[in-house]
């Protein structure tokens, strides 16, 4: 597998945007380690072209006869190499050179059905989905149920004005689409991969744990109803979250302020919770605090809880996102560098930022990050923040993604995170 040629631009009219995006793809695809006749197109725009969505797509794929199928999403933000668009007009556009017979398109209009899924065994899959879906969190458990291994990376749309996602397939529309042509909007859709499309995917969370001094940072719900926290190991809900933010309802408005700045982390019972250093595990749901009820001394969140699940609460932290999103990053390279690597091989890989390129020898071929549209720039510090960090710590790949309204992995939702998942080569 060589690397995957991406681009990106941005300009107030999509159609210099899009001629910026199709030169680097075309100066890519005729270098003699990228590939030249790639099939799947992963498109990415900002909210700002959404009105323009079909004209682009259309554009797009007339410029590039070769790609067959295409997926993607529109986000507040979309991501690429070492660069973010966010709140402005923007087009991330990555070229995956994939074997036919390992993939399938699909969408809310037109599912996997039977005959697109027939010899194909669904290994893993992207997906993006309508926020407005109804029962979305029992979809994605769903759609994970149909893959062998349960993962399941990407995220929501997080549009302004409506969500919209891309999906062709077969160099036409999907059986099923009608009269649309390749943009629609509700339920799932994306890409299933066989076994023989390998991808590493990571989560990094953007929230520290936090309780009163001496107090536990992780505790069990010992009594729940619905999304209602009455209990936590044993003590009323909301004493336990008055407590450890040091405020009483007698002073409301400092009481309501720092509710508004806490989070709820979940994770069931022996699950990857709060890690030893005191960052959040992979496995912990962030959820949102809607609202307190002083009668029965519980805390409602997003999210309906059981008694036994795990808790902690959390706020956001910049230090702690940065921290995390390196780990990740330096884990995936750890599980993808070969333990002995040739001269030439090892100072491809060591080359520093002003001399790094993407190369075949850090064994990505491309890259899909998925970000919340509540971190980004202004999260990290500064325009850019967050993909500089992710092109520093993983090296300088091929990359794509979007800032979604929630984000996808396994079979989870999440929110505050960011979803990093490589396509390997051989």
């Known amino acids: 597998m060589k690397l995957f040629p991406s681009g990106h631009a941005t300009h107030p009219q999509w159609r210099m945007a899009a001629g910026l995006v199709l030169a680097q793809l075309r100066a890519q695809m005729a270098l003699p380690e990228y590939a030249s006749s790639p099939t799947l197109g992963l498109l990415y725009i900002t909210d700002h072209y959404a009105g323009e969505a079909q004209d682009i797509l259309d554009h797009l794929s007339a410029e590039l006869p070769e790609v067959t199928d295409w997926s993607g999403t529109v986000g507040i933000g979309v991501a690429a190499n070492n660069a973010e668009y966010f709140d402005e007009p923007g087009i991330s556009l990555m070229l995956c050179a994939l074997p036919s017979d390992q993939y399938r398109v699909f969408s809310g209009v037109a599912p996997l059905g039977s005959a697109e899924m027939a010899g194909f065994e669904a290994h893993t899959a992207l997906v993006h989905a309508d926020p407005a879906t109804p029962e979305l969190s029992e979809l994605i458990g769903e759609m994970a149920g149909r893959t062998d291994t349960g993962y399941l990376f990407g995220g929501l749309s997080s549009g302004r004005e409506g969500a919209l996602q891309f999906a062709v397939g077969g160099n036409g529309n999907i059986k099923g689409h009608g009269a649309a042509g390749g943009v629609f909007s509700g339920g799932l859709s994306g890409v299933v991969f066989g076994e023989g499309v390998r991808v590493v995917s990571r989560v990094t969370q953007g929230c520290q744990p936090f309780s009163r001094s001496g107090a536990p940072r992780q505790r069990e719900i010992t009594e729940a109803d619905g999304n209602l926290i009455l209990k936590i190991d044993g003590v009323a809900a909301l004493d336990v979250l008055l407590d450890d933010l040091q405020v009483s309802l007698e002073r409301p408005q400092e009481a309501i302020e720092a509710v508004r700045a806490t989070l709820v982390g979940l994770a069931d019972a022996g699950a990857d919770g709060v890690r030893r250093t005191g960052d959040l595990g ?53 599980e993808l560098e070969p333990e002995e690597q040739t001269l030439a091989v090892a100072r491809a890989v060591a080359a520093g930022d002003a001399e790094a390129a993407p190369h075949p020898a850090r064994r990505i071929a491309g890259a899909v990050y998925v970000s919340c549209s509540g971190r980004g720039g202004p999260h990290f510090g500064a325009p850019g923040a967050e993909l500089q960090i992710v092109r520093h710590a993983l090296g300088d790949v091929p990359l794509a993604g979007f800032f979604a309204a929630g984000e996808i992995a396994r079979h989870h939702l999440y929110g505050y995170t960011g979803v990093l998942t490589v396509f390997t080569t051989d």
């Not at 949102?288 to 808790?311: C, F, K, S």
């Open 282 to 334: 992979a496995d912990v749901l962030v959820r949102h605090i809607i609202g307190l009820d002083p009668t029965r001394r519980g805390i409602a969140i997003a999210e309906h809880v059981e008694a036994g699940t795990r808790m902690t609460f959390c706020r956001r932290n910049a230090q702690a996102a940065r921290a995390d999103l390196m780990r990740i990053c330096a884990e995936i390279r750890e």
